[in-house]
């Protein structure tokens, strides 16, 4: 039996390891036995592994490294809390399965249309004047000979993670002991974890109390009077230069973070205020979008200026639009979140031309109708991959019980 660790992992590998068990990267039996027993130095060891530039450790190598690291204490643990760890881990690894499926199959629909997801984007898109894939392509993506081949062309290295899990989890022991006992040994690694917490939380009140103590009840002030004052009084002059420029209503606008729209020979300008009006950082301080004369969504453009408030930013932005440069604008930003009208507007089409990968949409196609359709294709097929990709990490005879019903649930 492995010895069980008081201290909790420090927040940042804690949080690592959540996100990975969410995702489906690790099983449940790893998560939960390095959350019990794992060294955190060695732990971090692990995941600290990918950083040096010299020999960076790719990510699914790391991930196989955390997953077996956590295996190890399982194989230690008694015969009880071995079985109820594996059976954690093959029911996680198995909603792993579910959910590669369901995206294996998103993507499948989005390639054989489109493209733009596993492969390329297509020069021509495969879909009929209703915006749904023609027959012939409806053909390929309820085949299950081609659903099997993108899955093993597109995600190979998943399943062979998957696999490999598969396999690491069937060389530990197992005995049914029945639904009680195991319901007992659940309540067991219940209580380790609470007593984790339960000494993590007396170490805490013991660390407030001693603060307490030494500074007598004060707290230290992150930010001083005079530089609140100065903040106060430089965000007070950019918003009177702002007023001279748009308006008391657009700056109030502004600082209740709603639309101000700057009127442009081509296209508006449409911006918000995101950030503190107080802070000096430039970045995030806006959010920046571009709209038709009409007022229809055309994109949005990521543009800032480095170390100016929110206030002088929004009066660059004016001035560039009102005097006829909101070309140089757009060219300085990156554009994303493009809608189908704005390839072939006037203002952009050069832009669109010149900017690499751009975030373009599926084109003059009804895009509520298409992805409505993909809905259906993954509710409807889904599984057919689950099989495919069971059969290819559990073998041929563990997909076949997987069949039954609740098998997926």
């Known amino acids: 039996m492995p010895e069980l660790r008081l201290h909790q992992l420090p927040h940042d590998t804690q949080y690592f390891l959540d996100g990975a068990v969410e995702c489906g990267d690790i099983t449940g039996a790893a998560y939960l036995a390095l959350v019990l027993y794992a060294d955190p130095d060695v732990l971090d060891q692990i995941i600290e592994s990918t950083y040096p530039l010299a020999n960076p450790v790719p990510w699914r190598v790391r991930i196989a490294g955390i997953e077996s690291y956590g295996l190890s204490f399982v194989h230690q643990c008694p015969i009880e809390r071995k079985s109820v760890l594996t059976l954690h881990g093959m029911r996680s690894l198995t909603r792993s399965i579910k959910s590669l499926a369901e995206t294996a199959a998103s993507s499948y629909w989005h390639d054989a249309t489109t493209g733009g997801h596993m492969q390329p984007f297509l020069r021509r898109k495969r879909v009929g004047r209703d915006s749904l894939p023609t027959k012939r392509v409806l053909g390929e993506l309820r085949s299950p000979n081609r659903i099997r081949r993108y899955v093993e062309s597109a995600w190979c290295d ?208 009804n895009e509520t109708a298409f992805e409505a359709a993909c809905t259906r294709y993954v ?31």
């Open 158 to 365: 998943d399943i062979a993670v998957m696999r490999e899990t598969f396999r690491q989890l069937t060389k530990i022991e197992f005995k049914y002991s029945g639904f009680e006992a195991w319901e007992a040994e659940g309540e067991r690694i219940d209580q380790d974890l609470l007593a984790q917490r339960t000494y993590q939380r007396t170490l805490h009140d013991a660390a407030v109390a001693q603060m307490r103590n030494t500074f007598l009840g004060t707290t230290p002030k992150l930010v001083t009077k005079a530089e609140q004052k100065t903040a106060r009084k430089r965000a007070r002059k950019a918003a009177e230069l702002a007023t001279m420029v748009l308006g008391q209503e657009a700056v109030q606008k502004f600082n209740a973070s709603k639309d101000v729209v700057i009127e442009g020979a081509k296209l508006d300008v449409v911006v918000r205020r995101r950030g503190s009006v107080f802070s000096p950082s430039g970045h995030g301080a806006l959010t920046v979008a571009l709209a038709d004369k009409d007022g229809s969504k055309l994109a949005r453009l990521c543009v800032y200026q480095k170390d100016t408030p929110a206030h002088d930013q929004l009066v660059s932005l004016a001035l560039h639009v009102r005097a006829g440069c909101e070309g140089d604008v757009i060219n300085t930003g990156n554009l994303f979140a493009i809608e189908a009208k704005a390839l072939d507007h006037p203002a952009l089409v050069e832009r669109l031309a010149t900017q690499k990968d751009p975030d373009r949409p599926v084109g003059r196609i």
């Open 379 to 409: 509710a409807d097929y889904s599984p057919v991959y689950r099989e495919k990709i069971a059969a290819m990490v559990y073998g041929r005879g563990y997909a076949k019980l997987l069949r039954t019903p609740g098998a997926w649930a």
